[in-house]
């Protein structure tokens, strides 16, 4: 892709004058390296994960064969490349429903990251694709205005929503929406969370207390990829305190270079499951390695 060529370019313009030896020398690779530097940074990528990226590609680097048929430049490239992928972790890893039903899923995340909107959309396919019967629980009694989207939103797209009940607590809705689902024969109950602005620590106690009760299978951040440091900081404390089984990226549609995704992922060890690539009810894809990958290196 042309993403994928303008490092190259930029990397053959250096190496290409140094080195014309069969392997790569460990000055070829460090002069690469500055660049490759550069265009991490760029993407939003944390300076913890730079470096310990970096390293990895040096030492995979020296001493490689520069095959005939490309530049060094482009070799050093792949050798990115292929480390990226590496470290972005499996292709399309899916949502885990092995255990007995109701299978309990934990939406937990900062506010305006995408929650509810995230909750719509999984639901929807699980419901179309994966032909499983899913009820939506809203447990944000902060936002007053939070249950009553989430059940306009299961309205619009047809998806159960638990009933509201003025003046439960979140435990108490995780509850009820436990008992619904059983009773109510359902394979997957989604608990849409509240947020905050920022991590906090009564946001903290919440969660866990949502996660004592529920017992969740799946316990997935959503994080919004616009905001780069910050949602590995985020990824970094909810997986600290509450411990989650799994990344959703939002706003991938956006003009977020895919940094937020290799940090969070090399931060927290846990898969990226899904993207979200716009507004709209269908717009969740399947994590795809490769892609961010080309992306990243823009
Ligand atoms: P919550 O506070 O975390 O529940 O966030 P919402 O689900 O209410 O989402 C906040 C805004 O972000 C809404 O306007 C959504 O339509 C929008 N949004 C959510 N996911 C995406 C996405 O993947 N791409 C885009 N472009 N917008 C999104």
């Not at 760029?42 to 020296?62: G, I, M």
């Not at 809705?173 to 689902?181: N, Y």
């Not at 905050?196 to 990829?225: F, G, Y």
């Not at 931060?267 to 993207?275: A, F, S």
């Amino acid at each position: 892709t042309d993403m994928f060529e303008s490092l190259s370019d930029r990397l053959s313009g250096i190496l290409d004058s140094l080195t014309r030896r069969g392997a790569l020398s460990d000055a070829d690779v460090t002069a690469a390296l500055r660049e490759v530097r550069r265009a991490l940074i760029e993407a939003d990528v944390s300076l913890d994960v730079v470096r310990s990226f970096t390293d990895k590609v040096k030492n995979r680097a020296v001493g490689h064969e520069v095959v005939k048929s490309v530049t060094p430049g482009q070799m050093v490239v792949k050798i990115v490349h292929d480390q990226l992928v590496e470290m972005l972790g499996a292709e399309g890893e899916p949502i885990d429903l092995n255990a007995p039903a109701p299978v309990a899923i934990m939406m937990v995340g900062l506010q305006g990251s995408g929650k509810t909107t995230t909750s719509g959309k999984i639901a929807l396919r699980l419901t179309k694709r994966d032909k499983r019967k899913v009820l939506m629980a809203s447990l944000d009694t902060r936002r007053p205005a939070a249950q009553e989207q989430l059940k306009v939103l299961g309205e619009q797209t047809g998806i159960d929503t638990l009933p509201i009940i003025a003046g439960q607590s979140p435990t108490q809705i995780a509850k009820r929406a436990e008992s619904a689902a059983r009773l109510g024969g359902y394979d997957v109950v989604i608990l849409d969370t509240a947020g905050r602005t920022h991590i906090d620590e009564p946001l903290m106690v919440e969660m866990a207390e949502i996660k004592a009760i529920a017992n969740p299978h799946e316990i997935l951040l959503v994080a919004d990829s616009l905001t780069g440091q910050d949602a590995v900081n985020l990824a970094k404390s909810f997986d600290e305190r509450v411990g989650i089984t799994g990344l959703v990226l939002t706003r991938m549609d956006g003009d977020g270079r895919g940094g937020a995704a290799l940090s969070m992922r090399a931060v927290t060890g846990k898969p990226v499951k899904l993207i979200g690539t716009g507004e709209k009810a269908d717009a969740l894809e399947e994590f795809h390695p490769a892609r961010i990958a080309d992306r990243i290196l823009g």
